[in-house]
């Protein structure tokens, strides 16, 4: 049969050399066949050279089966050295995984990682490629160019077995230098461009917004709001320069209201980049001026008054003050732990929502008879509460201090605390019956209680939700 091929266009084409070789071939051995038929069959010596032919074929057959067995290099079980043909398996996760295998060679890790590798062409490649001998998966990488190298923010997914030192040991060897790690979780999986734009959302419908953008946006950080003019007197901070300080861990912007914005980490330096971001965020809030988001709530009292929670500013001010006047010195001074007659100048400090979130409860013909406090103490969150006298023991300050550990939790907020007077019984009772896990400290008549959030503090968020749902009919008509 004629042999055939194919070209590039995929015609077939004949080779008619090989074919009349072939045929020459054949034609050749049926004449030698003939030849041998008819010495066989009409010569004198025809069957006894038909019975050597066969003796000589089998002594050949015999001696080449022995020389197989004696002198062959075929490994056992029949395995020619041939390679073996591909296991066809089908798209998709595998259904016949080895059900034995451990579930630990799968789990992972999420790492977020920033290292330091020089500026040249191969140093991130270098980079990868360690990572991935370590079996480690780049999910997301930012770069930020210094004066002399990069800062390369990455964030992986590596095997649960492979320890953080093994990893900052595997990027040291790859060229990275001043290696910081630190576990992450499902939300640093969003993209850098989309978690900036969602903070600039957050800040432009809320001024307290600003300070909790800022330590999402820069990771753990100490932040500072300082005004232009403490509340208690004084001189205020050294102006910063409109376009603000960037000095290596710790950087200064100019707040809108006249003050100065600090914003210090201690274990990693910030970069251009992030002072950059920083700095827009800052100059937004500064472009939309004060804010407050709108909404409040009508809620029914034991004794069935209505009051409304929402939330204030200093705009608000002059209500803040004549609720003061109606407060006794003692309610006064078991809020603010001093002199009477100096209470009217924390509120302005208190309600501006650079500090933090200040909620009210007032009556129907608008009168403040409670204020709530949320305030950003740095990393720390402090609460504090100041119901009038006449309307104590009635759940405002509970439900208060609710809706603003809820808050907190919502922020992010790892625990909030509260600082009172061992004596203030409303108070402490009102921070036990946010059922959150609380420590007591006292010092000198002094009591600190701190509440650390988590499940609870979602549920109770969930819980004035929905009571806020339920009446909504009355707060739209209020």
Known sequence: MSRVTRT???RPVHHWRRDLVELAALFTAVAVADGVANLVGHGPDGPALLVISAVVLAATAGFHTWWARRHGHAPPNGDTGARPAAEVRPAGPSQDRDASAPDTARASTLWRMRTTVRDEPGSLAALCTA???QRVDILSLQTHPLAEGTVDEFLLRAPEALAATELTRTVSLAGGTSTWIERADAH???DAPTRVLALAARTALDTAELPLALRQLLGRCTIRSLPARPFGGGRGPEPVPEEGVLEDTVMRL???????LTVERAYLPFTPAEFARARALVELDSRLGPRIPDGHDVLTLPEGADITVRRVDTGDLAAARAMHERCSRRTLGLRYHGPAGDTDRYLNHLLSP???RTLAAQTASGRVVGLGHLLWDGDETEVALLVEDAWQRRGIGAELLGR???MAAEAGCESVYAVTQASN????AAMRGLGLPLDYQIEEGTLVVTARLGPAAV???TSHEGRGERLGEAARRD
């Open 8 to 10: 590039k266009h995929g």
């Open 131 to 133: 990572l991935a001998g």
């Open 188 to 190: 640093d999986l969003v």
């Open 254 to 260: 100019r707040a809108p209201e006249g003050g100065v």
């Open 354 to 356: 650079r500090f933090g």
């Open 404 to 406: 603003l550990v809820a």
């Open 425 to 428: 019984t409303g108070m402490v």
């Open 459 to 461: 549920a109770a968020r």
